[in-house]
């Protein structure tokens, strides 16, 4: 079983930067992809950004492109997401997920039953 565990959200104003961390409890070793998503209030959980465990390659939503970057660390099997010239829009709950599962193609956007594991969540709220 891996937990996941998220920190870094807050609150920020308009343009600013924050960066998520989610660290994974357990081995990696048999970790395909780490991803964030977020969730607005009343509405469906929605992919965000996606990285390859093993090569580092990686695919953002367009929604956040050219804003947002995902990254890791592999010794520390912790995941990252720097988000820059933060919009009132991008306020949500950001959850990291973990995937087992093999998935040759990685540049599409991702739907939550395709991960297998799931942190707690952690607020951003980007004020106007």
């Known amino acids: 079983q891996v937990q996941l565990v998220e920190s870094g959200g807050g609150l920020v104003q308009a343009g600013g930067s924050l960066r998520l961390s989610c660290a994974a409890s357990?081995?990696?070793?048999?970790?395909?992809?780490m991803g964030w998503f977020r969730q607005h209030p009343g509405k469906e959980r929605e992919f965000v950004a996606i990285?390859?465990?093993?090569?580092?390659?990686?695919h953002v939503a367009d929604s956040v492109k050219g804003r947002f970057t995902i990254s890791r660390d592999n010794a520390k099997a912790t995941v990252y997401l720097q988000m820059n010239s933060l919009k009132p829009e991008d306020t949500a709950v950001y959850y990291c997920?973990?995937?087992?599962?093999?998935?040759?193609?990685?540049?599409?956007?991702?739907?939550?039953?395709?991960?297998?594991?799931w942190g707690q969540g952690t607020q951003v709220t980007v004020s106007s």
């Open positions: 997920a973990l995937t087992q599962r093999y998935y040759g193609d990685i540049y599409r956007p991702f739907r939550t039953h395709e991960f297998d594991y």
């Open positions: 357990s081995s990696t070793f048999s970790t395909y992809a």
């Open positions: 990285i390859r465990w093993s090569e580092g390659s990686a």
